[in-house]
């Protein structure tokens, strides 16, 4: 739907009706205009129509001039009196006024600049139709650089259907405003959209089966285009101005759905066709048994989601068919316990299993926390950038014999040399951080073909995200994924007590809070977001953690120890500096955001963070995270600027109130779109036109609904009514998406 997508027949630039008609057939269009809509994307006729109006304007009614007001907008049909050239004294210029009638009074057209020659039409007795903003001048209205419409007749009442104002583009109904292109002037593109209309409406192809339509009650694509550019008025709901602009008409509610509902099914085939690939089986001979019993040797009990998430990935283990889930939780909701657990299952049958976590000392974490859950009866290795040769060889070795063992290590897993006998469960934390590609090569790994039936197969695979995401975005960006979620916290955490803190005054008590903290033997994290985004890497946001780190410490805790955690250093320094703060050298670290999402220090209980409103709730969430990890009440700190406003400081104060990161997920996505979940640039790349995963959730819900059922009764889509759509999936469509496969 998106007007890139284009047909690969390129070849029909003869004239003949058709969507793919390039743009300068259109007429009043020609060769020139045609090569500045081009440059602006708009290359066919069907992107000529799907170019929408940025605003409408009401000239369904004819204004009387006596009726006229200052700085509102108005049309008017009125009779040219006569011209007048007013002379500018200063630059020998002048400025045009045509003055007119309509019997209830008279209306000054002004032009300061006046077209060339324009002033020998308005002869007199001329009938013309004019819009623009009225300015009322010494009582008398007058209307400068107006909208002319000429040669109407006046009385609406005219027999002459051709005449009449409903069938014109520029008066007499709702008329669209578009966005100039480089000069290319409103009212022009009206005309060209209006011809567009008239000749090539036609030509647009129905993908949706009528059933669906009548489902929910939407029009055609040609009625719903043709609404779009020029709305009728007229029964018994009119779509109000307001609606049309706000995508909130049956015609824009039919592209939305349509928009969703393509990009629904094409995921949810994806997926089909995943489900139905090959994978080894695991579980049925002792390894399902075997994740029960550590369970049980576990040293706490699991939580229900935790349960849940271990019951469904043994299930997908059990199924000769590669499972592709993501577990979605809180930052210590427990993924990793529950991660460990299943990959017990794999070697207890012999299989191979790996980690891959973003950073080293989230790795060496897993690996350690591994050692001392399970005592020893996990079998474990570890393999980062500091591994040794020695240990790297030897490492080797064991993977190459098909070790039945749990990998776990960063980047350097996908280098080259990491080849494993039989790797059939691959675990990605915090999948967010990885590129597409590290995530298909580590997958890669995995990729086998038996030898004995000779079958191709693909590794069992689970992705991490301590970021909860709201539905609407699972649906769409990890719609190819089964999702499992837990959603409440190991027993014993208490939540973390949260203070948006804005005036200036109160920072000192919350400053003289931390202190008696730190008396007791506590420790505190100070965080400093990047001063700008584009300096992500360079020398301020050094700079600002650096200085602040120093004041910190000179001015308000000078009897404490400080550390300062940034991303310019080397990884050695930074892990070095994180050790010497969870073993207490280190009182306060300051830190940018590269303070590491499951990094685990139980003795700090502070988390202050510096300009909280330059960050997403999310983010905000993830950071509090930090604390509330042993048993001691923990505080988090919101430091807004004095200046916030009162919106920004609300939004915070969502962080006050719950501890449910779904929740803030949901709140965020509100306030912040899907940016704050993907980066700009992963939400800029939704393939959404008109489609808003936001405001059009519900159409979402639908489109899915209707794209599961379709799949489940018409697979192939044989059925003659679901012709249009096979057509459009084997061609455009099928490629369009192709970029957003998640496994
Ligand atoms: P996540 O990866 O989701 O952030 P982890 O798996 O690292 O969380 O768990 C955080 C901490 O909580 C770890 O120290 C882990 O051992 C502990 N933990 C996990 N599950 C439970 C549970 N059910 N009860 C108590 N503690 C748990
Ligand atoms: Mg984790």
Redesign the pocket.
């Given at each position: 739907m998106p007007p890139k997508a284009k047909s690969d027949t390129k070849s029909s630039t003869s004239a003949t009706n058709s969507s793919e008609t390039p743009v300068q057939f259109v007429k009043g269009v020609g060769p020139r205009l045609g090569a500045i809509f081009k440059s602006r994307g708009i290359e066919t006729v069907r992107d000529l129509l799907f170019f929408f109006p940025r605003a409408y304007e009401d000239r369904t009614r004819f204004a009387a001039i006596r009726d006229l007001q200052e700085g509102v907008q108005a049309t008017t049909a009125v009779r040219v009196i006569g011209v007048n050239k007013i002379p500018l004294r200063a630059s020998g210029r002048s400025i045009l006024e045509v003055r007119c009638t309509d019997e209830t009074g008279i209306l000054s057209l002004k032009w300061f600049h006046a077209p060339r020659g324009i002033e020998n039409r308005f002869k007199a007795g001329t009938q013309i139709i004019v819009t623009g903003t009225v300015k009322i001048f010494r009582g008398k209205p007058e209307i400068a650089h107006p909208e002319i419409t000429w040669g109407l007749s006046t009385s609406t009442d005219t027999t002459t259907p051709d005449e009449s104002a409903s069938s014109m583009p520029h008066v007499g109904r709702i008329v669209p405003v578009y966005t100039e292109i480089e000069g290319v002037p409103s009212r022009l593109l009206r005309k060209i959209l209006w011809e567009a209309l008239q000749k090539f409406l036609t030509t647009l192809e129905e993908d949706l089966p009528t059933s669906l339509r009548e489902a929910h009650g939407l029009p055609s694509l040609q009625s719903a285009i043709r609404a779009i550019h020029f709305p009728e008025e007229g029964g018994d709901k009119p779509e109000t101005i307001a609606a049309l602009v706000a995508f909130n008409s049956p015609s824009h509610w039919r592209l939305i759905y349509e928009e969703f509902f393509k990009f629904e099914y094409l995921v949810l085939r994806q997926r089909l066709r995943m489900e139905k690939e090959h994978a080894r089986v695991w579980g049925k001979n002792g390894g399902a048994a075997a994740t029960l019993d550590l369970t049980q040797k576990l040293p706490?009990?699991?939580?229900k989601g935790?349960n849940t998430c271990v019951r469904e990935i043994l299930e997908d283990l059990e199924k000769p068919h590669p499972m592709n889930r993501l577990i979605q939780?809180d930052?210590?909701?427990?993924?990793?316990?529950v991660v460990f657990l299943c990959a017990a299952a794999v070697i207890a049958e012999g299989g191979q299993a790996t980690l891959m976590a973003p950073t080293e000392i989230l790795a060496e974490q897993h690996y350690i926390?591994a050692g001392k859950?399970f005592d020893g009866k996990l079998n474990v290795a570890l393999l980062t950038g500091k591994s040794t040769t020695a240990e790297r060889n030897a490492l080797f070795d064991r993977l190459a014999r098909g070790e039945p063992l749990l990998l776990i290590g960063t980047h350097a897993l996908i280098e080259d040399p990491v080849v494993f006998k039989n790797l059939s469960f691959v675990i990605i934390d915090e999948q967010h951080r990885f590129g597409v590609e590290q995530r298909r090569i580590l997958r890669q790994k995995g990729f086998r073909v038996d030898p004995e039936t000779g079958l191709k197969q693909f590794p069992h695979s689970l992705s991490?995200s301590?970021t909860p995401i709201p539905r609407t975005l699972a649906l769409t960006v990890y719609g190819d994924l089964t999702v499992s979620s837990i959603r409440e916290m190991?027993?014993g955490r208490s939540p973390v007590i949260t203070k948006v803190v804005r005036e200036k005054k109160d920072r000192t008590d919350v400053y003289e809070h931390i202190r008696a903290q730190l008396q007791t033997g506590r420790q505190a994290y100070f965080i400093f977001p990047l001063i700008h985004e584009s300096e992500a890497e360079g020398f301020t946001q050094l700079k600002a953690a650096a200085v602040e780190a120093e004041r910190i410490g000179r001015e308000i805790f000078p009897e404490y120890k400080i550390g300062l955690l940034h991303g310019q250093q080397k990884n050695e320094e930074k892990a070095a500096i994180m050790a010497r703060f969870k073993k207490n050298e280190l009182q306060i670290l300051v830190s940018t955001t590269v303070v590491e999402v499951?990094v685990?220090v139980p003795n700090a209980t502070i988390i202050a963070i510096e300009h909280a409103e330059r960050f997403g709730l999310s983010q905000l969430h993830q950071l509090r995270g930090r604390v509330g990890r042993g048993q001691h009440q923990s505080f988090c700190y919101l430091f807004a600027a004095t200046r916030t406003t009162e919106a920004t400081a609300s939004r915070l104060e969502v962080l006050e109130e719950t501890h449910d990161g779904f929740r803030i997920a949901e709140a965020d996505l509100e306030i912040r779109g899907p940016g704050a979940f993907l980066g700009t640039r992963q939400a800029g790349s939704l393939p959404f036109f008109m489609a808003d995963v936001v405001r059009d959730k519900e159409w979402l819900f639908k489109s899915r609904d209707d794209a599961v059922k379709m799949l489940k009764e018409d697979p192939s889509l044989e059925r003659p009514e679901h012709a249009p759509l096979k057509r459009y999936f084997d061609t455009d469509g099928g490629k369009q998406f192709a970029w957003l496969k998640t496994s």
């Open positions: 706490f009990a699991l939580t935790q939780g930052v210590g909701s427990g993924k990793t316990a926390n859950l991490l301590a190991p027993p499951g685990d």
